[in-house]
């Protein structure tokens, strides 16, 4: 594969990309609708929200079901459960520390994650890889999350840079459709998807491996 256009900067989305929290956040949601007594009848299709905000999910069970308890209150629970299960099994992707550590050296890093900060901060905290990534957005810095392309924007901002200086690492299909529409040139890696579903993608990737040469040649 030929290098990427020339960059300063790398904003990393987290979940499915720095973290194996994909099913982590499955489990967390269908624990707390067990709790409510919606074991076999939430109603979710959660692959449908890869890359999207607990709010999108929860709205959407909360309409489903007719549910009384506030969207605030379920996503709350469902974030402290997420939490215990990332410090309990610590699920960071093998190569990400190292990775990590030698783009720092060549790139400004960052993430922009459709989680929230104290889920975004739980991770980070994960081998100390926070360390090589001074800038984190969340969906809650901005009105609309992914696949709307406010949220790597603002952390294009708050890296100082403009957006055809900045690469997106992403895993789903909203992640892609936000960077492309901020202007941005986008890796995927099929961590989450298939490729066919992530052509958007100015790269598509099966592995770190594969990241690692793009990016540092």
């Given at each position: ?29 269908l624990e707390v609708f067990a709790e409510l007594g919606y ?130 690492v992403e895993d789903s299909v909203a992640g892609v459709s936000a960077a492309r ?37």
């Amino acid at each position: 594969m030929d290098p990427m256009q020339p960059l300063q900067g790398i904003i990393f989305d987290m979940d499915g990309v720095l973290v194996d929290s994909e099913p982590r956040h499955e489990q967390a949601f269908l624990e707390v609708f067990a709790e409510l007594g919606y074991a076999e009848s939430h109603g979710i299709d959660f692959d449908h929200y890869l890359g999207m905000t607990d709010r999108a999910v929860v709205e959407d069970f909360v309409e489903h079901n007719q549910i009384p308890d506030s969207i605030e209150a379920l996503i709350e629970r469902k974030q402290a459960r997420l939490i215990k299960l990332l410090d309990a099994d610590q699920p960071l992707f093998e190569p990400i520390p190292h990775l990590l550590k030698d783009l720092s050296t060549q790139y400004a890093l960052s993430v922009a994650s459709g989680s929230p900060h104290r889920v975004i901060d739980t991770v980070l905290a994960l081998q100390e890889i926070g360390a090589y990534l001074p800038v984190t957005v969340s969906s809650e810095d901005v009105l609309r999350g992914k696949p709307a392309p406010e949220i790597f924007l603002e952390t294009a901002d708050q890296m100082g840079l403009e957006p055809q200086q900045l690469c997106v690492v992403e895993d789903s299909v909203a992640g892609v459709s936000a960077a492309r529409a901020a202007g941005m040139q986008v890796i995927a890696i099929t961590n989450s998807f298939p490729a066919g579903r992530l052509v958007e993608a100015d790269r598509i990737v099966s592995n770190y491996g594969e990241i690692r040469r793009l990016l540092l040649g």
